[in-house]
Nanobody
Framework: QVQLVESGGGSVQAGGSLRLSCVFT????????MAWFRQAPGKEREGVAL????????SHANSVKGRFTISRDNAKNTLYLQMDSLKPEDTAMYYC???????????????WGQGTQVTVSP
């Protein structure tokens, strides 16, 4: 099992930056693959970025490519999402997710955090 706790959300103006963190505890095997998702009101949850345990595989959604960067520090049991050049359409609840399976941007990840809100004003 894995427990996930996100932090770092907040309110910023368009063009600003935020860095989200997700601390994971428990069986590291279940955190081999980790991802960030987001969900805006009235919309489906969508994948933002994912990363393999050692960072050998990284993928970003087209909507955030070039602006967001996923990374992880396994020594600190922490997943990060650096978000730059934020846009109002990035406003959403952001969730980290973990699993031992290769799931890409499927929402079938077994473990989820509680979410952290990101609000971007024009």
């Amino acid at each position: 099992q894995v427990q996930l706790v996100e932090s770092g959300g907040g309110s910023v103006q368009a063009g600003g930056s935020l860095r989200l963190s997700c601390v994971f505890t428990g069986n590291s095997r279940d955190a081999y693959w980790m991802a960030w998702f987001r969900q805006a009101p009235g919309k489906e949850r969508e994948g933002v970025a994912l990363i393999e345990w050692d960072g050998g595989v990284i993928s970003h959604a087209n909507s955030v490519k070039g602006r967001f960067t996923i990374s992880r520090d396994n020594a600190k049991n922490t997943l990060y999402l650096q978000m730059d050049s934020l846009k109002p359409e990035d406003t959403a609840m952001y969730y980290c997710a973990a699993d031992s399976r290769v799931l890409a941007f499927s929402t079938e990840y077994r473990y989820w955090g509680q979410g952290t809100q990101v609000t971007v004003s024009p």
